[in-house]
C-alpha cells in the first residue's frame, strides 16, 4: 500500500520567499506530525494533528510558520519570509490514533522535504 | 523541557563486533520508542516499549526500558553492514514525540 509522500522532494528559495510544504499521510491515520530535522541532528518536533485539529503548535520556531489540515487528511506547512536557518529536512510522519499504554503507536515517516534557503 | 540525550553519538565497530546505544531522558517517559534512520533516508520504525524493565527481541537486536522508566538501551549482537545507520530513541506523548540525540553506527566491512 501507499505510504506517507511528501512533496516537493527538494525546495531551493531565496530568503524572505514563502514556501509551502504538502504531505500526504496514509489513508485513515488520524495522528499527523510535523519534524523538522537539521543535517546531523534529530528530528526536532514541531507540530501534531489529530484529525484536522491541531493540539500542538509549541514545536513551530516562530510565527513564521503555520501549518493546516483542513480536512484530516493532507497537510500543509507554511514558512513565510523564510531565513537561512530554516535549512533543514522537513519531515511528515501519520500514525493510527495514539493509544496510551499500547505496544503499537509507530511513526510512519515521509521521504521529507529539503529545504535550502540561499 | 523534556530532554533525551543518547550515547555515544558516534560508534565504530569491526563488523561481527557487538554495539549498543544508551537513551535517557530528563523525565520519566510512558513509553520508548526506537528508530533508525539510513543515510539519506527517513527515520523508520524498529519497536515501542511500555512496561518497566521491559525487554524485547528482534533477531540479533535487543532492546530494553530502565525500571524507572528514563532510560533505555539497544544493543546489536554481531553487528553486520546493514545494520549502518543512525539509531535514535524517542519518548511518545499523546500529542508530542520528542527525539533523542541519536547514534551514528559505522561497521567496517
Known amino acids: 500500500g501507499a505510504g506517507v509522500s511528501q512533496s516537493p522532494r527538494y525546495k531551493v528559495a531565496k530568503r524572505g520567499q514563502d514556501v509551502a510544504l504538502r504531505c500526504d499521510p496514509i489513508?485513515?491515520?488520524?495522528?499527523l506530525f510535523w519534524y523538522q530535522q537539521a543535517l546531523g541532528q534529530g528530528p526536532e518536533f514541531l507540530t501534531y494533528?489529530?484529525?484536522?485539529?491541531?493540539?500542538?503548535k509549541s514545536g513551530l520556531p516562530s510565527d513564521r510558520f503555520f501549518a493546516e489540515r483542513p480536512e484530516g487528511s493532507v497537510s500543509t506547512l507554511k514558512i513565510q519570509r523564510t531565513q537561512q536557518e530554516d535549512s533543514a529536512v522537513y519531515l511528515c510522519?501519520?500514525?493510527?490514533?495514539?493509544?496510551?499504554?499500547?505496544?503499537?503507536?509507530?511513526?510512519?515517516f515521509g521521504p521529507g522535504t529539503r529545504l535550502t534557503v540561499l | 523541557g523534556q530532554q533525551v540525550m543518547q550515547i555515544p553519538q558516534y560508534q565504530h565497530v569491526q563488523e561481527g563486533e557487538d554495539f549498543t546505544t544508551y537513551c535517557n531522558s530528563s523525565t520519566t517517559l510512558s513509553n520508548i520508542q526506537w528508530y533508525k534512520q539510513r543515510p539519506g533516508g527517513h527515520p523508520v520504525f524498529l519497536i515501542q516499549?511500555?512496561?518497566?524493565?521491559e525487554v524485547k527481541k528482534q533477531k540479533r537486536l535487543t532492546f530494553q526500558f530502565g525500571e524507572a522508566k528514563k532510560n533505555s538501551s539497544l544493543h546489536i549482537t554481531a553487528t553486520q553492514t546493514t545494520d549502518v545507520g543512525t539509531y535514535f530513541c524517542?519518548?511518545?506523548?499523546?500529542?508530542?514525540?520528542?527525539f533523542g540525540t541519536g547514534t551514528k553506527l559505522q561497521v567496517i566491512p
Open positions: 494533528f489529530q484529525n484536522e485539529a491541531q493540539l500542538d
Open positions: 516499549l511500555v512496561k518497566s524493565g
Open positions: 489513508s485513515g491515520h488520524v495522528s
Open positions: 524517542a519518548g511518545r506523548g499523546y500529542q508530542k514525540v520528542t
Open positions: 510522519a501519520s500514525s493510527p490514533f495514539f493509544t496510551s499504554g499500547s505496544s503499537y503507536n509507530e511513526q510512519f
